[in-house]
T-cell receptor
Framework: AQTVTQSQPEMSVQEAETVTLSCTYD???????LFWYKQPPSRQMILVIRQEAYKQQNATENRFSVNFQKAAKSFSLKISDSQLGDAAMYFC???????????FGQGTILTVHP | GAGVSQSPSNKVTEKGKDVELRCDPI?????LYWYRQRLGQGLEFLIY????????KSGLPSDRFSAERTGESVSTLTIQRTQQEDSAVYLC????????????FGQGTRLTVV
């Protein structure tokens, strides 16, 4: 079985500051993918960043970057220069199957203060 | 279409009634997934379609839940004899290449059972 745990139900950050969201996971698969999704009030799930487990280099997408610690099974998301539009629910997800089934964490609500 | 489309956007039904939720995936996407999101929770996997077959339906919570897909097109999730615990947002996602390519999500159907 695969599990994903997000231990921070809520986080807040000041506009232009940096915030880090935590995620730990467990899987018996040797080959898997990790994701961070953003869900604004519109309910639309938006892919923020993706990491292949076999890659040692941490993924980055503009202001978003991850700290992937494979041995510790940790996958945190860092948001730099936070913007008001970053406010949303963030989900960490794991895909350890060949057919794309995702296992999600419980989510972290991010509030950005002006 | 340009994205994954789900209908209706919102549905209120009386306990005991049957409901049908519809998902139109992105054209050409062979993989289709249904997830359930209870209030304030992460997404729970329900079922996976590859074409019109369902190799993994392990997440369907009871025999009141069923789903079908027409070819590589529309999918319908049916909940019979709805119960209050069925109240949730039901999200559909599709992917061009399961397990490799990004999964794109619809905006979901919010189901309220009264």
């Amino acid at each position: 079985a695969q599990t994903v745990t997000q231990s921070q139900p809520e986080m807040s950050v000041q506009e232009a500051e940096t915030v880090t969201l935590s995620c730990t996971y467990d899987t018996s698969e040797s080959d898997y993918y990790l994701f961070w999704y953003k869900q604004p009030p519109s309910r639309q799930m938006i892919l923020v960043i993706r990491q292949e487990a076999y890659k040692q280099q941490n993924a980055t997408e503009n202001r978003f970057s991850v700290n992937f610690q494979k041995a510790a099974k940790s996958f945190s998301l860092k948001i730099s220069d936070s913007q008001l539009g970053d406010a949303a629910m963030y989900f960490c997800a794991l895909c350890g199957t060949s057919y794309g089934k995702l296992t999600f964490g419980q989510g972290t609500i991010l509030t950005v203060h002006p | 279409g340009a994205g994954v489309s789900q209908s209706p956007s919102n549905k209120v039904t009386e306990k005991g009634k049957d409901v049908e939720l519809r998902c139109d995936p992105i054209s050409g996407h062979t993989a289709l997934y249904w997830y359930r999101q209870r209030l304030g929770q992460g997404l729970e996997f329900l079922i996976y379609f590859q074409g019109n077959s369902a190799p993994d339906k392990s997440g369907l919570p009871s025999d009141r839940f069923s789903a079908e897909r027409t070819g590589e097109s529309v999918s319908t999730l049916t909940i019979q004899r709805t119960q209050q615990e069925d109240s949730a947002v039901y999200l559909c996602a599709s992917s061009l290449v399961p397990g490799v390519a990004e999964a794109f999500f619809g905006q979901g159907t919010r189901l309220t059972v009264v």
